[in-house]
């Protein structure tokens, strides 16, 4: 949801139009996360300077508003310091005085960023009210800033080192979080934290860096009093034996931090990267040392960070000669098809090998039941792919949406093995989830996008979807790389099932076509462009019913045009028509029927029927060689595949539908309102 980005430079000589353009378009690559204000932070020409601007709507318009008020941008700095954001509101408004960076005071004695929710953030609000404590925003974030500055008030001349200060304030707050943390008390020091929410650091040397880690300085918790907020400082630090700056040589070696809440905004600078991990405390002091401090340390926890190599490339991020991200990661699909297939299939001799599942193949294969837990689109990827692990496994498999899951708190058993399809791997609610599942012992894997995320780093195991980025907000090519990674699990779990080796044949064999039949899909487009703006991107309502391996193409597709096009739209099992929908259908409710050639076929054939027994005008989407689909009807017709992969190659053409019904209702397809791409809060 909401952007971080921030860029910390020690003795490396830039002019402030540098490093303001620095964060900025660091913060323009973060604007498919969704968002509806944004800000921004920088040292001014002294010490004790701090500057903020802030803006609703979009990141052009601050960058706009940056221009016109900040005209001293040609000053050489060796140390320099800035800091941007991008707010999706939760609490307050979407206002100036609302949008990120916080402040603790007029003098902005202390400057806050901060992806997340203080959930507790009402009851310090209240704590501090009666300490004549004064609050000028409707915000969980002010809270933070108001409380450090009380905190630091309160050591009455009595200066803790900042990473402490950050630590005593942390522990007092709730929910997942990630903070960046600045003040004139601290010059060219910044302090960052991690709980719950993503938050990466960048770095960038003139050497090569000789290390791959950082060590972990754990101590006791910083203790304090009740009755005078007096901070104990913890003698009892482990001082660390190897951090960053030292290992590059020490004082005078130029070096640049980059903060991200998503390597986005990094990967034009720099493909090192450490992970911040849970509880973790970034400091950078003013001689640019980069140490990790930790509350406590605890069982199994490692004492290192490792500083990894981004794979991405900075053209996977760019929108091309596409007019949108979404159209785009549309076209991408075979590409990214075949990568998610890339090494794992031998089709020589029909094996499906994925690596991140080896070492717990078995405990899997001897469970239960199979639970699998997801939001949106990654949920109706669990939907899609459900018939073929029961048919393959002959393993109980239940759905659960991460929301509704958490709010019954569902028995979860040891022998469970519990899946968590993220694309981004930082869902909030999915993660609550994972750690649910982790307390009560069941095996839990991943099945994400997104290399270093916190699902894909606290499961046991998993598989990654190699997708590539996805920047649109509305999941396209994710979709259809988290549902084939589940058919290739199903069949990597079912390998030693004599009973299916016909069948586990079949699918592996249609598995290699699929990046050419997607090719032929892809060729519709001017021809479902034509049925848009033939009139149904003026309807308000629109039903989509599918059945069997497509009752989760009907629920993908309808949900792209609502995200999208802002048309009501409703996926319906086919077989439910007659329990409720059918008193929808005549002849002015436009109505999509996906009929393929599967097992279903007769069925779906006779939901066609009723509905043309009412006057219904269906559109219908079905196989090239269906020779029984009436004429003088709209039809997209599709390549024929094995019927549980009819869903990959059905949801393409809703997915231009969605596109081509939004840019004709003058929608900004790759920032739907109100949504966001990451939605890393409950």
Not at 43 to 50: K, Q
Not at 148 to 159: A, E, F, L, T, V
């Amino acid at each position: 949801m909401c952007g971080i980005v921030g860029y910390l430079s020690y003795f490396c000589p830039r002019d402030r139009q540098y490093v303001l353009d620095t964060v900025l378009n660091g913060l323009s690559r973060l604007e498919y996360r969704g968002y509806d204000s944004a800000g921004i932070a920088y040292d001014g020409n002294t010490p004790d300077e701090t500057r903020i601007i802030k803006q609703v709507g979009k990141v052009s318009a601050l960058k706009k508003l940056v221009k016109e008020q900040e005209k001293d941008v040609d000053f050489v700095y060796q140390s320099q310091f800035s800091m941007a954001h991008t707010r999706w509101a939760t609490h307050g408004e979407p206002t100036t005085s609302n949008a990120h960076p916080h402040r603790s005071d007029s003098n902005n004695t202390f400057t806050v960023i901060h992806n997340g929710i203080v959930t507790n953030y009402k009851e310090i609000k209240t704590v501090l009210e009666n300490k004549g404590v004064k609050f000028q925003t409707d915000t969980d974030t002010e809270v933070v800033t108001k409380l450090i500055k009380y905190i630091y008030d309160s050591q009455r001349g009595r200066k803790l080192e900042f990473h402490r200060l950050v630590k005593a304030t942390c522990r007092e707050l709730e929910g997942a979080n990630a903070f960046i943390f600045k003040s004139i008390h601290y010059p060219n020091e910044i302090v960052v934290f991690r709980r719950g929410s993503p938050l990466m650091i960048g770095i960038k040397t003139d050497k090569n860096l000789d290390i791959d880690f950082v060590d972990v300085e754990f101590s006791n918790d910083v203790e304090i009093s009740d009755n005078k907020n007096d901070i104990v400082p913890d003698v009892s630090a482990k001082r660390a034996q190897n951090h960053l700056h030292s290992a590059i040589g020490g004082d005078n070696q130029s070096i640049e931090y980059f903060f991200s809440s998503d390597s986005s905004a990094i990967i034009e600078h720099t493909k090192k990267v450490l992970f911040l991990e849970e509880n973790d405390i970034a400091h950078i002091s003013a001689k640019g040392d980069l140490r990790i401090h930790h509350f406590q340390r605890e069982e199994g926890m490692s004492s290192i960070r490792s500083i990894k190599t981004l794979e991405m490339e900075l053209a996977e991020i760019m929108k091309g000669s596409f007019p949108h991200f979404m159209l785009k990661e549309i076209y991408e699909q075979p590409e990214s098809v075949f990568n998610t297939l890339r090494g794992r299939v031998d089709f020589k001799n029909n094996v499906v090998t994925l690596g991140g599942l080896r070492s717990h193949l078995s405990s899997i294969r001897r469970c239960r039941r199979i639970v699998f837990c997801a939001c949106g689109t990654s949920y109706h990827s669990c939907i899609a792919t459900r018939n073929i692990f029961e048919e393959l496994t002959e393993i109980p498999v239940s759905l659960e949406l991460a929301s509704d899951f958490l709010d019954r708190q569902s028995p979860i058993f040891r022998d469970d093995v519990c899946v968590f399809v993220s694309q981004s791997g930082e869902t909030a609610d999915t993660i609550m989830a994972l750690k649910y599942c982790l307390q009560r012992g069941a095996l839990c894997v991943g099945v994400t996008n997104t290399v270093g995320s916190t699902i894909s780093r606290d499961t046991h195991c998993g598989v990654h979807i190699n997708a590539g980025p996805e920047i649109g907000v509305a999941s396209t090519k994710a979709y259809t790389s988290q549902y084939l990674a589940l058919v290739m699990m199903a069949l990597q779990l079912s390998e030693d099932r004599s009973s299916m080796v016909e069948r586990r044949k079949e699918i592996i064999q249609g598995l290699r076509g699929l990046p050419d039949k997607i090719k032929e899909v892809l060729k519709l487009d001017e021809q479902i462009k034509a049925i848009s703006g033939s009139g149904l991107h003026k309807e308000k309502s629109l039903l989509i019913l599918g059945r069997g391996f497509n009752t989760a193409t009907s629920l993908e597709g309808a949900l792209k045009i609502k995200e999208l096009a802002y048309i009501h739209c409703e996926g319906i099992q086919a077989g439910e028509l007659k329990h409720g929908p059918l008193a929808l259908i005549d002849e002015h409710i436009p109505i999509i029927l996906i009929i393929t050639k599967d097992c279903h076929h007769s069925k779906s054939i006779s939901a066609l029927q009723q509905v043309l027994a009412r006057k219904g005008q269906p559109i219908i989407l079905c196989n090239t060689d269906d020779k029984e689909i009436p004429q003088g009807y709209t039809t997209i017709r599709i390549p024929s595949t094995v019927d549980c992969l009819n869903g990959i190659l059905a949801i393409i053409p809703l997915q231009l539908l969605s596109y081509h019904l939004a840019v004709s209702n003058g929608v900004d397809v790759d920032f739907p309102r109100n949504l966001a791409k990451s939605v890393t809060v409950e």
